[in-house]
């Protein structure tokens, strides 16, 4: 049993390894996905920097005609003038053709009011497009580095896994598949050290016995508490 244990341990080391080198495969593509997302944020803000551009030419629009209106009835009000019969009715239009020139005049500030916004806003959707082509240039870039890196994983997960197949034939059925039920419930971690006459892996402090039956290197000991099997420390 002494050598299945030590083929246990070996292939332990493996497969933490195994279990690292998955778990960075799961991981290296959600950064991707976060720079990914970036680039949809910053182009979302540009949509919207252009539909304000598009709102305010459309209110530019509004107040241009609201100001043509009101200059028409400045020229309707003078033509009256003309007509007027009494001082009275003079007086009323001149009064009329007063309020239209002080609407004409806030009409046309409400125009470079809109004009100044639409210049803002415009400045701020091309700086926009500047801010989308940087975090496309970031997203890119993360890209390759990820995709190298995933084929330096994938490499390494290749080599192990032949370590791996090397290894099994020389471990006893039952051994192995107590050994395989454990690493698949315990996230990789099947074999571990008594450490202190403790469990590597969950550290609960064993029993006597327990602790007995690992140095005896006899049979498979599992820890009490988490069921991982018990070897002892390397040189112990
Ligand atoms: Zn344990």
Not at 39 to 65: I, N, W
Not at 112 to 122: F, K, R, T
């Amino acid at each position: 049993m002494a050598d299945q244990i030590e083929t246990l341990r070996k292939l332990q080391v493996i497969d933490t390894e195994l279990f690292r080198l998955r778990a960075e495969q799961r991981q290296k593509p959600l950064a991707l996905e976060q720079a990914k997302q970036r680039v949809t944020e910053e182009q979302a803000k540009g949509q919207a920097l252009d539909a304000r551009v598009k709102a305010l030419q459309m209110q530019q629009k509004e107040k241009e005609l609201e100001l043509s209106t009101r200059e028409g009835n400045v020229k309707k009000f003078q033509l009256q003038l003309f007509q007027v019969k009494t001082n009275k009715e003079y007086a009323a239009i001149q009064q009329e053709i007063a309020q239209a020139k002080a609407d004409i005049s806030l009409a046309e500030e409400g125009i470079l009011a809109v004009l100044e916004a639409i210049d803002l806003a415009m400045k701020q959707h091309k700086a926009q497009f500047a801010a989308v082509a940087k975090q496309q240039d970031a997203y890119r870039a993360e890209e390759a580095v990820v995709a190298k890196e995933l084929a330096v994983v994938q490499a390494q997960l290749a080599d192990y896994e032949r370590q791996r197949g090397e290894l099994l034939p020389l471990i006893l059925p039952t051994a192995l598949s107590t050994y395989e039920r454990v690493l698949a419930n315990r996230d990789g971690l099947a074999l571990v050290p008594l450490i202190q006459d403790s469990c590597g892996g969950c550290h609960m402090v064993q029993p006597p016995q327990v602790v007995n039956e690992v140095r005896l290197n006899a049979k498979l000991v599992m820890c009490q508490s988490c069921s991982r099997i018990l070897c002892l420390q390397d040189g112990a």
